[in-house]
């Protein structure tokens, strides 16, 4: 697959670290050369490969809402689009390789959701003895859900790397 490399990926999830709208991800995709619809892009969400969107108000009066995808949905789509030049189908990949991906994304977009609420309260109440105990609290549980996501993320890759071998042995 062309255009969408590991430093594109980096530099895409530092310039759009607080998410993507459907049609800026479409964009990206175009402007990299890579075939992507608006209907592909929704049916691997339907089917669970990619975490939803996240309803996020507009400013402005009368403005609504926009959905918004957290970044890492570049990356998987991109994987996605590997795997299917390897020859996986849409059900192998459900199956064997990302199966894990999508719960461990939504349990990151929850905690960093919890995080930031907790950030607020913190800063409002700075000053008050009570928030400079939890202050160090979040920090603490801040790393600990750092760890666990990564751990998460290295038992899913293992099992995915023990199913992408089985089916090559199998083939």
Do not use: C, W
């Amino acid at each position: 697959m062309s255009g969408i490399d590991d430093t594109t990926l980096s530099q895409i999830e530092r310039d759009f670290a607080n998410g993507l709208s459907s049609a800026e991800i479409l964009d990206l995709f175009a402007e990299h050369g890579v075939a992507l619809s608006e209907a592909t892009l929704r049916k691997y969400v339907q089917l669970g490969l990619l975490p939803r969107s996240v309803r996020v108000g507009r400013k402005g009066k009368h403005r609504g809402s926009q959905g918004i995808y957290p970044v890492a949905v570049v990356r998987g789509i991109v994987r996605i689009k590997q795997m299917m030049a390897q020859s996986y189908t849409i059900e192998q990949i459900q199956r064997e390789v990302l199966f894990m991906r999508a719960e461990l994304q939504q349990l990151e977009q929850a905690l960093n959701n919890i995080f930031g609420k907790l950030d607020g309260v913190l800063k409002e109440r700075r000053k008050e003895a009570v928030a400079q105990a939890a202050l160090r609290e979040v920090k603490d549980a801040r790393g600990l859900s750092k760890d666990l996501l990564s751990r998460l993320g290295s038992i899913e890759a293992r099992l995915s790397s023990r199913a992408r071998l089985e089916r090559v042995a199998a083939s």
